[in-house]
C-alpha cells in the first residue's frame, strides 16, 4: 500500500538527522529509537527479507547512549542513531556472510573503516542486510539468505547489489545505512526503493574492511538514506584517509565544489540518451522535470551531449576491465567448495572468458578517452543530470527488458551508473517522479571530482521541490 504522509513521520519513517537531534534534546530516548526499528524488522522483514542478521548488542548499545546523555558526555553527531550494513561489510562481532554459504559463520574481528567511522559518531549498528552473492549482480539473491524484495511491489526487485540496505530504508527498518557501489550498487536499488544515496568520489571513503577488494579501482563503499542532509552527514563523517587504503589518499575536507565559484549561478547540463542505452520514456520524462524545476530555481540548464559517452560505451569498457580481476577473487574464494554451494551469479563469472591483453588496453584507454571526455565537459558545466536506471523497479529474474522499443539483457541497466565507476566521479541518486505503476522513479546528480558539496546542494534543491517526498510503501 502506497500513502502520503501529510502530517508528522512516524519514528521509524524520521530520517538520521531528526532522530539524532531528538535523542540530544530529550524528546526521545536512544531505547525508544531502537525498538521502534527492532519492532519494525519483526514485523515486515518476514515478507521483504532485508535484514539477514540484528545486532544482539544493539539495545544494550542504545541503553549506554542514553546513560552517556544523563552523564552529560560529550555526544557525536549520530549519537544514538541506529544504522544497517551491507552484509559484504565487516563488522567486528557481528556476522559477515558476504551472500554466500562458503562464508556461512564467519565472524569478523574488526569493524571496516567506515562502519568504525559511523560508530565513532555515535551511530549504533542495528543489522545487516541481505546482497546478491559475493556483492555481484543487481538482484538481492543469494542460497544463504535468499531474496530480497521490494516493499513498494513485494514481486520487484530492490536492486543489487545493495537491495536489501535499500529496502531495509525505504520500509523503516533503518534509518541510515552502508552499501557498496561497483558498477550500480547504492544508487541503483535506492533508484528501486526511493530513497537517496551517494557514490562518492572514488577513494573518498576508504573500502577497508570490505570485499572483494578487486577491481579497487572501481569499488566504493558509500550512505544510503531517506534524507539528502543525511547523506551530507554521512559524507562528512565517512571521508579521508585511513593509512590502509591507499586510494583514499585525499584529506577529508578538500572540496573542488561550489566553494569555487559562489558568486554565479550554478550550470546544469541534462541528458537522457545518447550515452547511456535506451531509456523508458516515464523515465526520461522525470529527468527532464528535474532539470526543469532546477531552471525554475534559478540556475543555468541546459540539453546536452557528451561526444565521449557515444565514442566509448562505458558499460562495454568495464566489463572488459573487471572481469579478469574479479574471476580471479572468485576463483580464490569458491575453490574446495562443492557446486551447491556456488550460487548462479559465481559460476556465470568464473565462465566468462578472459579478456585479451589487446582489448584490455584497449579498454584502459577508452577508459582514459571517457575520463577526459568529462574533463571537458566539467569546464563548461558543474553539474550533470541523468536517469540513474532506464526502467522502475522490474519483476524477480527478469533478464530481457524492452526499452523504448530495444530489446536489451538485464546488464544494460547499468548504463548511466557505470560511467561513474569507470571515471571515479561522484552521483547522487534520488527520487523525483513516480511510474504509472506506483513506483519510484529516480534521477542522477553527477559533479566533477572532489565536488560532492556541489551534488549536495543540487540535490537539496531538488528535494526541496519534490512532490514524492513523504511517499513511503508501507504504513
Avoid at 144 to 150: D, E, F, H, K, P
Avoid at 278 to 306: C, F, H, N, Y
Wanted: avoid cysteine.
Amino acid at each position: 500500500m502506497k500513502t502520503e504522509n501529510t502530517t508528522i513521520e512516524p519514528l521509524y519513517y524520521q530520517d538520521a538527522s531528526g532522530l539524532a537531534k531528538m535523542i540530544r534534546t530529550k524528546e526521545l530516548s536512544a531505547v525508544e529509537v531502537m525498538k521502534a526499528h527492532l519492532d519494525r524488522i519483526e514485523a515486515l522483514n518476514p515478507d521483504i527479507n532485508a535484514i539477514v542478521t540484528v545486532a544482539e548488542k544493539a539495545l544494550e548499545a542504545a541503553k549506554a547512549a542514553d546513560k552517556a546523555l544523563q552523564r552529560g558526555d560529550e555526544l557525536g553527531p549520530l549519537h544514538g542513531v541506529p544504522f544497517t550494513v551491507k552484509d559484504s561489510i565487516d563488522t567486528a562481532n557481528v556476522l559477515t556472510q558476504r551472500g554466500s554459504p562458503i562464508f556461512k559463520g564467519r565472524i569478523p574481528n574488526a569493524d571496516a573503516t567506515s562502519v568504525a567511522r559511523l560508530k565513532k559518531a555515535g551511530g549504533i549498528l542495528l543489522a545487516k542486510t541481505n546482497l546478491p552473492e559475493f556483492s555481484y549482480w543487481i538482484e538481492s539473491d543469494n542460497l544463504l539468505s535468499g531474496r530480497s524484495n521490494n516493499p513498494w511491489d513485494l514481486t520487484r526487485t530492490p536492486g543489487g547489489s545493495s537491495g536489501g540496505e535499500s529496502a531495509a530504508i525505504a520500509s523503516g527498518m533503518s534509518p541510515l545505512g552502508l552499501g557498496t557501489d561497483l558498477a550500480i550498487s547504492v544508487r541503483g536499488p535506492a533508484a528501486q526503493t526511493g530513497i537517496v544515496s551517494l557514490k562518492a568520489t572514488h577513494g573518498s571513503v576508504p573500502m577497508t574492511g570490505i570485499w572483494p577488494r578487486v577491481p579497487r579501482r572501481f569499488w566504493h563503499v558509500g550512505p544510503m538514506a531517506r534524507s539528502i542532509r543525511d547523506l551530507e552527514l554521512a559524507f562528512s563523517i565517512l571521508s579521508g584517509p585511513d593509512g590502509f587504503d591507499a586510494f583514499a589518499t585525499s584529506t577529508a575536507r578538500f572540496d573542488a565544489g561550489r566553494g569555487a565559484a559562489p558568486n554565479r549561478a550554478l550550470r546544469v547540463g541534462w541528458l537522457v540518451e545518447p550515452g547511456f542505452g535506451p531509456v523508458d520514456p516515464e523515465v526520461a520524462a522525470t529527468v527532464e522535470a528535474a532539470a526543469a524545476s532546477l531552471k525554475e530555481l534559478g540556475l543555468i540548464v541546459q540539453p546536452v551531449r557528451i561526444p565521449a559517452l557515444e565514442r566509448d560505451f562505458a558499460l562495454d569498457v568495464f566489463n572488459r576491465l573487471h572481469v579478469m580481476e574479479m574471476k580471479e577473487a572468485f576463483r580464490e574464494a569458491v575453490a574446495g567448495h562443492s557446486e551447491d554451494e556456488i550460487y548462479k551469479m559465481a559460476k556465470t563469472m568464473l565462465s566468462l572468458p578472459d579478456t585479451s591483453i589487446k582489448d584490455f588496453i584497449d579498454a584502459e584507454q577508452a577508459a582514459e578517452r571517457l575520463r577526459d571526455g568529462f574533463a571537458g565537459y566539467f569546464q563548461k558545466y558543474d553539474v550533470l543530470l541523468t536517469p540513474v536506471l532506464p526502467i522502475p523497479a522490474h519483476k524477480h529474474g527478469v533478464e530481457q527488458f524492452v526499452i523504448n522499443g530495444q530489446e536489451m539483457d538485464a546488464t544494460y541497466l547499468q548504463g548511466a551508473t557505470v560511467p561513474l565507476n569507470v571515471t571515479g566521479l561522484p552521483g547522487i541518486a534520488m527520487r523525483f517522479g513516480t511510474s504509472k505503476d506506483g513506483l519510484p522513479i529516480a534521477v542522477q546528480i553527477v559533479g566533477s571530482w572532489m565536488a560532492e558539496s556541489t551534488i549536495l546542494h543540487v540535490a537539496l534543491l531538488l528535494e526541496s521541490m519534490s512532490q514524492v517526498r513523504n511517499l513511503h510503501p508501507i504504513p
